[in-house]
């Protein structure tokens, strides 16, 4: 990481290797995902994405899981008994030998904290020199966190778990994240003094607080602003509240960016999506990551735009209509019960009602391509591979396996015959 020109190395610890039972899963809790991304990758993306030089996982129940996930994105640190989150990071310590800088503790479970708030948080430990920062909140109700203890000049003193706090120390309001940024040295030497002797019998990482300021080591905190961003996920119903904080997250973002979005609550847009200016996306549309859509356009209801997608401007993409693989050009019109994958349409097209692409052959995908200004009727089936040229038409209901050159109006499909009905009686 480099602040104000000069290079700081970071190294972050990521803590999963509890249990998740509250899940009721076979499945580890941290290969569950929010929208399409498991927990433990977000959090692991997130520290790439702050600068981490190095990253470790520490991990124990369903390693193999995790591991699987983040394959070598990151390195690893097994922890066969879970004896507290100091002992987490006891595991990982051969990681953070003979170096100097920086380690974050994040945690698997942890997964939509802003990336704007951990760089915060890393960047004022380094430019106030502090041993150990603190990502804290004020909560209204703090049961079950670890309490943060100041003196009168308002100086960090001690981390109180809630099991080990007095009645004067469950008062306190302002709790422990449990995200962290030390001085790895300091870090490294602190946690070997710490001891199992509390209420929990557990190796506390939050014991190093005390054992930094009795040493007479600097330390601070950042007070979080948003508190839904700390929040863990621990059952499923907790899955649900950090998806939905996330939803609301992003549709505020599109929102604030000149994105029309008439209902917030069915409308579902993953990470790193791109939407111009003055689109408007109507009920129950799902927009999947890293897709890009211009200004001007109108998306749904009941839309389904799938990953790799790129939509140009002033498209209209009605209900119905799922795409995938698919770039739209400028203008062009894909309004109702329609399913485009590996598809290109051109600019100022017209894709009819109940249109389909057929790309995937049972082994294979395939693709389409449709050029300029042409019109494909309705209930056209595309047999991919196929190549529709500009300035088409294909009449409804035709199959269409042969490419169709710039200019053809194409038909396929049985011509029609009218016999008598015989069960009319004469
Ligand atoms: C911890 C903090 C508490 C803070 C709270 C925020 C300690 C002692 N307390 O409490 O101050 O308010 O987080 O949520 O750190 N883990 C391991 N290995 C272990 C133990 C834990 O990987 O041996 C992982 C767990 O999977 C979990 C995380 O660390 O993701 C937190 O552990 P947990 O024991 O639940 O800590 P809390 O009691 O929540
Ligand atoms: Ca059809």
Known sequence: MIIEGEEHYVITIIMAAGKGTRMKSKKSKLVHKIYDKELVKRVAELAKEVGSDEIVTVVGHLKEEIENVLGDSVQYAYQDDLLGTGHAVMTAAPFL???????????????????????????????????????????????G??????????????????????????????????????????????????????????????DVIKIMNDKGLKTGAVIVEDNTEILGVNDRA??????????????????????TIEDSNSTYIYDNVIIGMD???????????????????????????????????????????????????NRSKVPHF?????????????????????????????????GNRSFI????????????GDDTLIAAGSTITDDVPDGMFSIAREKQINKKNKRVEE
Do not use: W
Not at 130 to 135: F, H, I, P, Q, S
Not at 238 to 259: F, K, S, W, Y
Not at 279 to 290: F, S
Not at 357 to 366: A, F, L, M, Q, S
């Open 97 to 143: 030998e003979n170096k100097k800088g920086k380690v974050v503790i994040l945690y698997g479970d942890v997964p939509i904290i802003r990336k704007e708030t951990l760089e915060n948080l890393i960047v004022k430990s380094i430019k106030n020199k502090e041993y150990a920062t603190l990502l804290t909140a004020i909560y209204e109700n703090p049961t």
């Open 145 to 206: 966190y670890g309490r943060i203890i100041r003196d009168e000049g308002g100086n960090i003193k001690a981390i109180v778990e809630e099991k080990d706090a007095n009645m004067f120390e469950k008062e306190i309001k302002e709790i422990n994240s449990g995200i962290y940024c030390f001085d790895i040295e300091e870090l490294l030497s602190a946690i070997k003094l710490i001891k199992p002797d509390n209420a929990q019998g557990e190796y506390y990482l939050t």
């Open 238 to 259: 907790q899955l649900e509240l950090l998806t939905r904080v996330l939803r609301m997250r992003i549709n505020a973002e599109h929102m604030r960016n000149g994105v």
């Open 279 to 329: 689109t408007v996306i109507h009920p129950n549309t799902t927009i999947h990551n890293g897709v890009i859509i211009g200004e001007n356009c109108e998306i749904g209801p009941n839309a389904h735009i799938r990953p790799n997608c790129i939509v140009g401007n002033n498209v209209k993409i009605g209900n119905n209509v799922e795409i995938k693989n698919t770039k739209i050009g």
């Open 338 to 370: 329609i399913y485009l994958g590996d598809c290109e349409v051109g600019e100022d097209c017209n894709i009819g009602c109940g249109v389909i692409t057929c790309n995937y052959d049972g082994k294979e995908k395939h693709k389409t391509i449709i």
């Open 377 to 388: 009727g309705s209930n056209v089936n595309l047999i991919a591979p196929v190549k529709i």
